[in-house]
């Protein structure tokens, strides 16, 4: 999995090499962070399980007054590791 893993992004990235950088395609490459994380937060949101929606409120909150994704994320994780610990 690791040499994988290790192909697809030595791969993607000389295949950008032939790729012509337009606008367009900068667009779509600044919107792929955005998308993955969106694919990784969804599915959390939707399950509506207590400790998941108080992790996403933490890392709203700590975005809003720390401006450090880091920081937001690890908030959040420990928000929801207190959460399963209290058994909610």
Known sequence: MAAASYACRVAGYFLMAWVPIT???????????????????LPSAVSGKVPELVGLAVVGVAMKLVGNDVVAALLGAAAVA??????L
């Open 82 to 87: 207190a959460c399963r610990w209290m058994g």
């Open 23 to 41: 606008d367009r395609v900068q667009a779509a490459l600044k919107a792929i962070p955005l998308g993955v994380m969106i694919g990784i937060v």
